[in-house]
């Protein structure tokens, strides 16, 4: 299960054209704001990344509107574990637990979640904050992270299993937000 105290949500390369044009990408960017708010209001720590933004453009601003205070770190690997930066970032949390979201399914959210794990990180995708320009692209990513024994979860799987409970106001702000 995870737990308030442990996790910490990755989001990876939502930038530019790319996120406009992958599979579902309307659905993607409204799932990644839900995903990020009801975080932000668990008080989850997020890192963010961007796979070279010189060419590939800046997160989208859906997306980085809800990210202030926070600065992305830019990568040229595909598995941002090969980012000294990031990897500071993770360990300076002290958090075991990671959730993975962004795009693309296939590539760089394939092999960050596998080198996450491959460092001892307990690792969960959320299915329905990640996505490749093909459907089959993305089945195929997440079925190699399944391959790779990471757990597949969903963004109100995730929320309500760090709530807990329904006996707060975060519950009823949690329900507004993803309504």
């Not at 637990?97 to 307990?122: D, R």
Request: aromatic share 6%.
């Amino acid at each position: 299960m995870l737990s308030e105290e442990q996790t910490l949500l990755v989001v990876v390369d939502v930038q530019g054209r790319l996120a406009r044009i992958v599979h579902e990408s309307e659905t993607l960017i409204g799932n990644l704001e839900k995903l990020i708010q009801g975080v932000q209001l668990l008080e989850i720590p997020i890192i963010w990344v961007e796979q070279y933004p010189e060419g590939l453009g800046s997160t989208v601003e859906e997306v980085a509107q809800y990210l202030t205070g926070l600065k992305p770190i830019r990568k040229v690997s595909f598995d941002a574990c090969r980012n000294e930066t990031f990897i500071q970032a993770v360990k300076a949390t002290g958090r075991r637990q990671l959730l993975i979201a962004g795009i693309e399914t296939h590539i760089c959210v394939y092999q960050t979640s596998v080198g996450l794990k491959a460092l001892g990180y307990e690792v969960q995708v959320l299915t329905d904050a990640v996505s490749s320009r093909t459907l089959a692209n993305k089945e195929i990513g997440l079925e190699k992270m399944k391959s790779a024994g990471i757990a597949w979860t969903s963004i109100e799987t995730a929320l309500f299993e760090l709530m807990k409970t329904a006996e707060s106001d975060r519950f009823k702000q949690m329900i507004k937000l993803l309504k």
